[in-house]
């Protein structure tokens, strides 16, 4: 088992910046990749980022390419997403995820789930 634990979410302004963590516990070296999605009200989830904990290979959606940055602390098993220019369409509950392999954009290759963080963006 992977326990992820989410933390730094809130209300921010249009333009704003807020800065997500993820703290993994348990079993880490089960985790090839990490991933962050978010889901709005009414909608889907969706991929955000991902990355690889020994490589530090990216990917983001194109939404937020540019604005957003997914970076690693191995050495304290936590991911984050730094997160600038927000959107009002930016809000929703962020997610991140563990998965044993290369998973990117797919939600279901991703085999562990925190309980997510609020983001909020105001117009």
């Known amino acids: 088992q992977v326990q992820l634990v989410e933390s730094g979410g809130g209300l921010v302004q249009a333009g704003g910046s807020l800065r997500l963590s993820c703290v993994t516990s348990?079993?880490?070296?089960?985790?090839?990749?990490m991933g962050w999605f978010r889901q709005a009200p009414g909608n889907e989830r969706e991929f955000v980022a991902s990355l690889t904990w020994r490589f530090g290979n990216t990917a983001y959606a194109d939404s937020v390419k540019g604005r957003f940055t997914v970076s690693r602390d191995s050495a304290k098993n936590t991911v984050y997403l730094q997160m600038n220019r927000l959107k009002p369409e930016d809000t929703a509950i962020y997610y991140c995820a563990s998965a044993p392999a290369w998973a990117s954009k797919d939600p279901t290759s991703y085999n562990f789930w925190g309980q997510g963080t609020q983001v909020t963006v105001s117009s």
């Open positions: 348990g079993r880490t070296g089960r985790s090839y990749a």
